[in-house]
């Protein structure tokens, strides 16, 4: 592997929202995310990103949908399939903090290969996997 290719990382993944606000509050009450930017860009457009506490994993950018286009891709960024996953060490007591929280899980947990997991939609219907992966 070249030095450019192990110096790369996925570090922000853009999540299609229909309000600011609304989608900052859903993951940071709803989550635990941290508020990590809100930048005010001008024209009514913001840089906004959340993340999971302590930093780990990528940042989502909470973009606003500007048109019919982007409008009609709101929850549904990945044509119904699961689209991220919120990796855990402790899957039991996550999955009871979201439930507390309101989260809205499709499934009951279930035990895979790769570890214990459950289905969850975020505040637009997005799907999430809740993974605590088998190390």
Not at 46 to 57: D, H, L
Not at 121 to 134: R, V, Y
């Amino acid at each position: 592997m070249s030095d450019f290719a192990a110096s790369r990382r996925v570090a922000t993944v853009s999540v299609v929202v229909a309000d600011y606000d609304q989608a900052i509050a859903w993951y940071v009450e709803k989550l635990g995310f941290a508020l990590t930017e809100d930048v005010d860009l001008g024209g009514g457009k913001r840089w906004v990103t959340v993340e999971p506490g302590g930093g780990k994993g990528a940042r989502l950018l909470l973009a606003r949908a500007d048109g019919e286009k982007q409008t009609a891709a709101i929850g549904n960024q990945t044509g119904g399939r699961v689209f991220l996953f919120l990796e855990t060490d402790d899957f039991a007591r996550d999955h009871a903090l979201m439930l507390a929280n309101g989260v809205e899980f499709r499934e009951a947990p279930r035990n895979e290969a790769y570890g214990t997991v459950a289905v969850f939609a975020d505040i637009h219907g997005n799907l999430w996997d809740l993974l605590e992966p088998k190390r």
